[in-house]
């Protein structure tokens, strides 16, 4: 059992940044990757970037080179920073586990791009 707590989401204008975080109950090492996914209202949830356990990262094509997923050398942190948000970024985050083909996810957290 994985447990996840997400956090950083809120109101931000549009251009604007946020960094989420993600806490593991246990070390991000152990897994085979870790992932940020999102929804919007009305929408199926989708994978905005994944990291894998050798740091490897991949991007949703709609965030490539405005987000960044990393994690902390302590080994139970990751992050996505978002940048040049748009409004159509708005949906809740969720941060995903991949504990070698058994999902694990956080809560989420509410991010909202508006002016």
């Known amino acids: 059992q994985v447990q996840l707590v997400e956090s950083g989401g809120g109101l931000v204008q549009p251009g604007g940044s946020l960094r989420l975080s993600c806490v593991a109950s246990?070390?991000?090492?152990?897994?085979?990757?870790m992932g940020w996914y999102r929804q919007a209202p009305g929408k199926q949830r989708e994978l905005v970037a994944r990291?894998?356990?050798?740091?490897?990262?991949n991007y949703a094509d709609s965030v490539k080179g405005r987000f960044t997923a990393s994690r902390d050398n302590a080994g139970n942190t990751v992050y996505l920073e978002m940048n040049s948000l748009k409004p159509e970024d708005t949906a809740v985050y969720y941060c995903?586990?991949?504990?070698?083909?058994?999902?694990?996810w956080g809560q989420g957290t509410q991010v909202t791009v508006s002016s």
């Open positions: 246990i070390s991000i090492f152990s897994l085979s990757g």
């Open positions: 990291i894998t356990r050798v740091g490897r990262t």
């Open positions: 995903n586990a991949d504990s070698w083909g058994a999902d694990y």
